[in-house]
Structure formats: structure tokens, C-alpha cells
């Protein structure tokens, strides 16, 4: 899933604390993101995962809960449809149109979706309907197809809505309160500043753009889960019906629980 990853650490004998660093796989978040799309929307899905199937991922229903349907047709404004793509963690790129970004031209809304490799979708509004939608090529233009209807998915997993945030900051920094306690009550004041420095970051950036880098480390707070409660995971997005293949079951069951 990472390009790059460097776990946050911290070398006593020097006084040292050493960030936790990441780069995602572009390529491999954006067939994640298609696998979830294909298990939501086909029959005929056939997912081959990793072991890392049974990592955290965000909360399915909250995720499921921000799609977008576009209808041919169906109004909407302008300026609602932008909101939405920005609560979906869509970039505006008016330069570029690359994958989870979208850009606008009058009444035209191009938008190259988080799962999608080599389509974009091309909304078409007038006089706040929905007059066309088509797929086209993102890098050439040419258009391959119009359709009736589309649904876009969210950039990421751990998307939430608006109020989900709010709730989640406030048991954010009811944690943080705990925590600093502890760490005043050791004598360990640089930690405790550094502990209140970093997270009260992450609390601005949710409340004012609704996520923030490493929002996984928050998956407790964003899925109102209990102390030790295990977080979602891709297994939480298999349908009901869904036929499930353990490869190594004796050693993959236990931890599953």
C-alpha cells in the first residue's frame, strides 16, 4: 500500500523523535478503492487480497453514506455539486485532471474519480439540471460514452460526514486531556508538548477541511468505537451472500478471531 513508510519513533539516548512519514501507492489506493466500488455495485466481483485484508479501513456504512448518484436529468445546483465532491476529499485542479481531482468550465464539471484509472466523468448542467453525462478519456478528451446515470465514489475510505467529524473531535480531545495528564503526572513535559502540539493540528485540519494526514490513527474516534474494539476492515465490505477463501486458514482464523 506504501511507497515509503517510516513509523513514528523515538531514540531515548539521543533525545530523539522521528515522525511518522508515508507515501501511498497511488496506483494501489486507486484498485483498493475500485475493489470496494466493484463488491458495492457487481455481481460478478472475484477480490484477491493480501493479508492486509484484515487491516483497519474506514467505517463502511459512513463511506457508503457519501457516495454521490449523478441522474441525467435530476436537478441540482452548481455550487451543491462542488460542496459535495469537496466533502468527498475531491482537489480542485483546473491545470490537471488527475485522478480524485475535478475541475470546473461555466456550467461543465469534469471529474476524474478516486477508483477510476483512464475515465473521467463529464457533468453537463443547465439551468441547475442535469443535462448530460458522459465518459471520456482524461489525457486525450475523447469522449467514449453517454450515460444516464453515474455514481461517484469518495477519495478515500475513511471519509465521514460533516457531524461525524464534529463528534469524533470532541472524544479527540477528551483522550488528549487524558493523555497529557498522564505524561504531566511522569514529569514528561516535552512529550506532553509535542503529544498537544501534533494532535491539536489533526483537530484544525478536520474542522476546517474534514480530514487530516494519518486520519487512520482518529478510525476509533471517527467509528465510535470502544477502547480495544477492532476497527472495520475490508472483510466489512463484503456483501451479505459473499463467498469467503482463506488461503492458510489456520493461521488467518485466529487472528480474525
Known sequence: YYDYYQPEAYVPASDTYIEKDASINEHIEQMRLSATKAMLERRDALIVATVSAIYGLGDPNEYFRMVLHMVRGERIDQRELIRRLTEMQYTRNE??????????????????PAESESTALRIELFDGEI????????????????????????????????RTVLDAIE???????????????DNKLVEAQRLQ????YDIEMMAEVGYCNGIENYSRHLTGRMPDEPPPCLYDYLPADALLVLDESHVTVPQIG
Open 95 to 112: 491545470l490537471e485532471l488527475r485522478r480524485a481531482c475535478y475541475r470546473v468550465r461555466g456550467e461543465v464539471i469534469d471529474v476524474h
Open 131 to 162: 443535462e448530460n453525462l458522459s465518459l471520456f478519456d482524461p489525457l486525450t478528451g475523447e469522449l467514449q460514452q453517454r450515460i444516464p446515470r453515474y455514481t461517484i465514489y469518495p477519495k478515500s475510505h475513511y471519509v465521514t460526514t460533516r
Open 171 to 185: 472524544t479527540i480531545k477528551a483522550e488528549l486531556q487524558e493523555r497529557l495528564q498522564s505524561l504531566y503526572a
Open 197 to 200: 502540539q501534533r494532535t491539536q
